[in-house]
């Protein structure tokens, strides 16, 4: 029996095949990472701006984000103050990455994740969600942060 050569006519579908799911699963990847980033900072402020029907005030969002609330934490409490450095998690330790998007590109381009954590974050800080209007004050007064 002999061995076909790799650049026969013979070995090519396979050699297609192997180069197809390559560039398949780069493409797979490639696409994850995008739907990942499907937004930027602005887009989120105005976002959670059209839902509250007013723009975000960065000033109201710095005293929101450094006042404790119904809890004992402040959203500083984790995140800093000002939150341009790592932070850590108040009981756990656990890090957490600078929140100001002049000092962490990849903050606030997902969509999921920034409703998911303002959704978990205010429960833990106010004992409730936040309004549009908080999260719009939040987000101006992080947008406008310089590292």
Request: glycine fraction near 6%; charged fraction near 20%; proline fraction near 7%.
């Amino acid at each position: 029996m002999t061995t076909a050569n790799p650049s026969s006519p013979r070995r090519w579908p396979t050699t297609l095949l192997r180069c197809a799911l390559a560039l398949g699963g780069s493409l797979a990847l490639m696409a994850q990472a995008q739907a990942a980033a499907d937004t930027s900072p602005a887009q989120q402020l105005a976002r959670f701006a059209a839902e509250a029907g007013a723009p975000g005030q960065a000033e109201r969002g710095r005293v929101f984000f450094t006042s404790r609330h119904a809890g004992e934490w402040s959203c500083a409490s984790c995140h800093g103050n000002p939150p341009t450095a790592a932070g850590k998690h108040a009981s756990t330790g656990k890090p957490i990455d600078a929140m100001a998007p002049a000092a962490n590109a990849r903050v606030l381009t997902d969509s999921a994740r920034v409703d998911k954590w303002f959704r978990r974050n205010c429960k833990d800080v106010l004992q409730r969600e936040c309004s549009p209007a908080e999260k719009a004050d939040v987000l101006a007064y992080l947008i406008n942060l310089k590292p």
